[in-house]
């Protein structure tokens, strides 16, 4: 079945269906290409009528009045429309950055792919490395680097000399030098 429309030109208006009489329509935001509009009118008096209403390529407005499962499709496209939209305010970057994220971006450039892959080969090199050292060793150079213990604190921590912990670290970093050379 071939839906009705009728076309509405200023002289077949009626004041019941001038735009400033619209009545209910979807009130969301379109997508800024999106060109046509659609309304009901009637909707108080019991005789709804659906309308569509676009710009034609000669940039005259037109108003056209639709069945109620064509508004129904149009109503149900805006919707997609919408959910899309809000997809892409939330997940998606906009252009519009702040000045302090241009000044972060600036002061910490990305990384290029080679620099990212070769800073990942070194970390598995350094953890192989680590691996190899013996546990004190390991605890102590953990301690002492990422912990930001000094070597008083670490000796009095396991209960033995400021030497001992120190000679221990100085150990680790030869064997690791040594061992990221190879």
Do not use: W
Not at 52 to 79: M, S, V, W
Not at 93 to 119: N, V
């Amino acid at each position: 079945m071939k839906p009705k429309i009728h076309i509405e030109t200023e002289e077949n208006t009626m004041d019941g269906n001038h735009p400033k009489n619209k009545g209910t329509h979807p009130r969301r935001a379109k997508a800024k290409d999106n060109p046509y509009t659609i309304y009901t009118t009637g909707s108080d008096n019991g005789h709804p009528k659906y309308i569509l209403e676009f710009t034609d390529g000669q940039k005259r407005p037109q108003r056209l009045e639709i069945e109620q499962a064509l508004y129904e499709l149009f109503d149900q496209f805006e919707l997609e429309d919408k959910r899309f939209l809000n997809e892409v305010d939330r997940h998606y970057e906009h252009i519009d950055l702040t000045e302090a994220e241009i000044e972060h971006r600036a002061a910490y450039p990305k990384e290029s792919l080679e620099e990212e892959i070769g800073r990942v080969l070194l970390y598995e090199e350094l953890h192989k490395g680590i691996s190899q050292l013996t546990q004190t060793q390991q605890r102590r150079l953990a301690l002492y680097y990422f912990h930001g213990l000094t070597y008083e604190q670490i000796a009095a921590a396991e209960g033995c000399r400021y030497q001992a912990v120190r000679d221990s670290v100085r150990s680790a970093i030869q064997k690791l030098k040594y061992f990221m050379s190879e």
